[in-house]
């Protein structure tokens, strides 16, 4: 298969690895260009590809095959919508869009125009996490009853001090816990209701340091979430996982995954069990299992699935409607915390 020749547009934290992973996967991507207005060309090993200080210039003159958009959020949309009008495919990061009803324009747009796209909800590419999904589906745990999710870090001061890290949006409801709620969708499935408690008790800012959420899926499944990056903790999939280097590792679990007959802790994937199959009861023993799959970085495998996506048609693991209704729950909870209303949130179906 050919390499992609990529374009990044946004080089800040995210954008940062990204740049990393296709500069480690020759065979997979080539880098062709970097657009960042404010971002330092030597700080980067870009093994040639153009610098550029305008996206819109990086996309008319470098010629990517495909882009990935990794500029703060409000940015998705438009730079989206540039690149569906150029006919470049794109992976763009979460959340899809800003707002709801650019997701549905962006939908459209990439409906029409017929580039391949991808949301960079990365998490689902971790093998523990495919493992969780397969385990689900093969009924090893029966039928889910209950998830229970704790994503708690401190982050440090510096990190705050990027402006919109600070503004509604830039806190950890749509930075962290969109993550943890696109998983939710993935290994519960769809959210027929929410609701959610914010707090900025701890920081102050004008922004959610804290969140509390919680899901009744279709399937009449129930979830909990608790969200924040104000209090120290082990529990988030990145410190149990080590997909991500910024985190240090504690190899516990973040997920608790309830069913009739088995419950599984992810990452770690440990299901408990009856010790004697099908002797289920409060008053009989359990054991625990655990299951071991071979660590991938999730972003390498991302790229991965973007080249095959593009190159042999696969379908995307999170399409943009994918996305957007990721985006709809999470917003949901953002509003319930507001105002202590409870939602529905919209499911997206338009193809692309
Ligand atoms: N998948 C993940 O795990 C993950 C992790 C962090 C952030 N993100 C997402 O990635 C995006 C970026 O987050 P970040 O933490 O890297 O932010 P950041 O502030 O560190 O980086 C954003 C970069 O975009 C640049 N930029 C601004 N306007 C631009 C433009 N018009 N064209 C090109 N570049 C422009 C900025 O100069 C900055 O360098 C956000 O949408 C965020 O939600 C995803």
């Keep these: 298969m050919k390499p992609l020749r990529i374009g990044v547009l946004g080089a800040g934290l995210v954008g940062r690895r990204h740049i990393e992973t296709i500069r480690a996967l020759p065979a997979v991507a080539e880098l062709v260009a970097v657009a960042d207005p404010a971002a330092d060309p030597a700080q980067f090993d870009l093994g040639g590809a153009a610098w550029f200080s305008d996206a819109i210039q990086m996309l008319d003159r470098a010629g990517p095959e495909a882009i990935i958009i990794a500029t703060p959020n409000n940015l998705h949309a438009p730079l989206g919508l540039k690149a569906c009008e150029r006919g470049i495919h794109l992976l763009v990061e979460k959340p899809v869009t800003a707002t709801l ?98 707090s900025n008790a701890r920081r102050g800012f004008a922004v959610e340091d804290t969140a509390a959420a919680m899901f009744q899926f279709d399937s009449g499944c129930l979830g909990t979430l608790i969200c924040t990056d104000a209090g120290l903790s082990p529990w988030t999939i990145e410190q149990g996982s080590g997909e991500n280097p910024r985190f240090a590792f504690s190899g516990q679990s973040t997920y608790r995954l309830i069913g009739t007959s088995a ?31 071979p660590y991938l970085d999730p972003f390498e495998a991302q790229l991965e699935h973007f080249q095959r996506l593009i190159r042999r048609g696969e379908p995307p693991v999170v399409s943009v409607s994918d996305g957007a209704s990721t985006l709809a729950a999470t917003l949901a909870v953002a509003q319930s915390g507001r105002d202590g209303s409870r939602h529905s949130p919209r499911i997206f179906g338009i193809p692309g």
């Design 101 to 198: 009803e650019e997701a549905e324009q962006l939908a459209r747009a990439v409906a029409a125009s017929g580039v391949k796209t991808l949301v960079g909800h990365h998490r689902r590419y971790l093998a523990a996490v495919q493992e969780a999904r397969r385990l689900i589906a093969e009924g090893a745990l029966g039928d889910l009853v209950a998830a229970s999710v704790v994503w708690a870090t401190r982050k440090t001061d510096d990190y705050f001090n990027t402006a919109w890290r600070k503004e509604p949006g830039g806190g950890p409801l749509l930075i962290n816990a969109i993550h943890e709620i696109d998983m939710l969708r993935y290994l519960c499935g769809e959210v027929r209701s929410v609701g959610g408690l914010a």
């Design 263 to 293: 419950s599984l802790e992810l990452p770690v994937l440990r299901r408990w069990n009856a010790r004697v199959p099908g002797v289920i009861g409060w008053d009989k023993p359990i054991d625990a299992t655990d299951f071991s799959v």
